[in-house]
């Protein structure tokens, strides 16, 4: 982890989830995202050694990997962490996230994996946004997520996009609705700031390339999927096949993230009449439609 001024009240822990730190007007500490379980004792390293307290944590979404300091840090400053509705009843029971990426009650690798600190204390952003903040939703990624301005125009944009480096090496990463997040990619063309941030990747001045990079990524999957599906395929087929392009090896829990990102991005094709869906011999199939 490194501590890095990014702005006259905002600084930023470079880590393999980006943290911010940002101090309001009445210089409030405010926390944006804590990474993944146990990086809230690093985090905490840091804030000793600088003399702050933090006031608050902002989550622009409760992945286990934005949330995962979020315990610690609560319980040691008796603070509060905020995030959407949408997205808290997900931090609040431990077993939905696991379960809406595996499609069913899951194994107990995957609960423990997707674990969540449950009921710790979060508040509704939507009912009580702290001050010197502002935030505007970016779905796709996950249900609820958010983007966060702080007072010196510097936007962190969670997941909404990745870093080219990252792309490369996640170039068939998590998607919960592909159509919403084609949007929410062309939406951030439009934003103004000084800085923006993914959680994923380096701060830069200027996104317009990045997000290109992003969006001809998304439908570089979608023409890997409709040429797969030259000939009706099965779910697990498709993904098999997705593996092999690409070049991955399957595990447990990128099988789960991975087979519900296969899904979502074969409802955006079916949706886009792109590819036709049907029952043969008793098992889902979808094919590429030929006009």
């Known amino acids: 982890m490194e501590l890095k001024q990014i702005g006259s009240r905002t600084f930023c822990i470079e880590h393999e989830t980006n943290i911010g730190i940002h101090f309001t007007a009445d210089d409030k500490v405010y926390l944006i995202d804590t ?38 840090l609560m319980k040691k400053y008796g603070i509060p962490a905020y995030c959407t509705d949408y997205d808290m009843v997900f931090a609040h029971y431990s077993e939905l996230e696991a379960a809406y990426m595996n499609g069913g009650y899951p194994a107990a690798k995957l609960r423990k994996i997707f674990a969540h600190p449950g009921m710790i204390g979060f508040r509704s952003i939507e009912k009580e946004t702290p001050e010197d903040i502002e935030w505007t939703y970016l779905p796709g990624h996950s249900f609820g997520m958010i983007g966060i301005r702080t007072s010196d125009d510097i936007w962190f944009l969670g997941d909404s996009y990745l870093s080219k480096s990252f792309l490369v090496q996640y170039p068939f990463g998590f998607i919960y609705n592909v ?27 200027d996104i317009a390339g990045t997000l290109e990079v992003n969006q001809n990524s998304v439908y570089k999957i979608c023409d890997m999927l409709c040429e797969v599906c030259r000939e009706f395929r099965g779910q697990d087929e498709i993904l098999q096949q997705m593996y092999e392009r690409l070049r991955m090896h399957a595990r447990p829990a990128q099988q789960a993230l991975l087979s519900s990102t296969v899904k979502s991005y074969l409802t955006y094709l079916q949706d886009s009449d792109k590819l036709e869906c049907r029952f043969v011999d008793n098992i889902m199939k979808w094919r590429t439609k030929v006009y």
């Open 35 to 72: 990474g993944s379980k146990g990086d809230g004792e690093k985090i905490d390293e840091i804030l000793e050694q600088q003399g702050w307290t933090p006031s608050c944590i902002i989550n622009t979404h409760t992945h286990i990997d934005h949330l995962g300091g979020n315990e610690y």
């Open 179 to 205: 159509g919403a997040y084609l949007e929410t990619l062309e939406r951030l063309k439009d934003f103004k700031g000084r800085l923006f941030v993914p959680s994923h990747g380096i701060v830069e001045k």
